[in-house]
């Protein structure tokens, strides 16, 4: 090959893969970012369940310990070195120890320690339940990657209970998995992206990442609390098997429930334990004995007005007894009801 061919060919594979490093570099962003929020939605669903069980939020977990310290990824809810604006709000790793999580959840896509900042008094345990202390503001798109800094609150002061922050791609104030600081948090009066790390109680969110350098670079991924968690269905206290309602109605298919449960359809469930089952405009009503085979309207024999013994449904508060069948009646002795069938029509009884 001549020298013009080895350039020919040096322009051809240019041409080539350029555009295929171009792609994979923005699969490998978007995979990495992607993983980050799939593992901010565990966090959140962890943090919630936590919240159920002890009626606080956790504390967060010091940034620098590593898998050899007794305390990694343990909260430490004293630890002066956490708190921070006289105290409102504690900044940290996520506690993914106390959480129960696995300890890579607590990591963002670049394998950074992900960033936990709560409001203190919705986390200590010695304090009573407050307003949230954190402050988030808004960034503008400004292009495809770029941002800008925004001057307009995201929510209103005081609102937010806790945030999560991946430091991105360039962990501009983050640390490693084993609590070594990744990149130093810079003046943040140069760039946007230290705005994040100053350890503070303002945090700045904005859905698109920086790809360029100068003040406005930005590439951190935020992610914002400012409700309590809230939960349908909780534990009943004195029977631990059962489940009961957070809501005063609760409706299924249903928008506008009347009743604590409410159902507008079908249900299906291996257990009930409910006094009457009414149709939806209230009328109808059976106790739950006529299912259970107690009440006398559900045998055929003794129901009053019934023309035959053979039962083909429930309905109006009663069994449904059709005719044609007299000459298969089959029934058990009273006080004993069908177990079973057998494959000769004959029944097994049982109390």
Known sequence: MTLID????????????????????????????????????AIDKA??????????????????????????????????DLKFSSGTVMIGAVPFATLKIPTE???????????????????????????????????????EYE????????????????????????????FTADGIPRAACANPGTAADAANCINDNQFTHSVCMGSST????????????????????KDSISATQDIISNAESVGINNTDPQAALHVKGNIKALNTDSNTICAEDGSGCFTATMIGGTDPLMKCNS?????????????????????????F???????????RLEADGGLVCGN
């Open 6 to 41: 080895v350039a020919l060919l040096m322009i051809m594979l240019g041409l080539i893969l350029v555009p295929l490093i171009s792609q994979y570099n923005r699969w490998k962003m978007d995979n990495e970012r992607g993983l980050t929020n799939q593992r901010y939605a």
């Open 47 to 80: 943090i919630s369940d936590f919240y159920f069980e002890n009626d606080r939020y956790p504390c967060p977990a010091r940034m620098d310990r590593s898998a050899a310290d007794a305390d990694y990824g343990k909260e430490a809810c004293n630890d002066a």
């Open 105 to 143: 959840t607590g990591l963002d896509g670049w394998s950074n320690k992900i960033t936990y900042a709560v409001t203190a008094i919705q986390a200590d345990p010695a304090a009573t339940f407050g307003p949230g202390a954190i402050r988030v503001r808004g960034r503008q798109q400004l292009g």
């Open 147 to 174: 941002c800008t800094a925004g001057i307009s609150d995201y929510d209103p002061p005081g609102a937010l209970h806790y945030v999560f922050v991946s430091h991105g791609p360039t962990g501009l104030g983050a």
């Open 214 to 233: 100068g003040p406005d670079f930005y590439d951190d991924i935020v992610a914002i609390k400012g409700n309590i968690p809230s939960k349908m269905w």
């Open 303 to 327: 129901n009053p007005g019934a023309t035959s013994s053979a039962m083909s449904g429930i309905g109006e508060a009663r069994a449904k007894c059709q005719s044609g069948y007299t000459a």
């Open 329 to 339: 009646k089959v029934e058990c002795p009273d006080g004993q009801f069908i177990q």
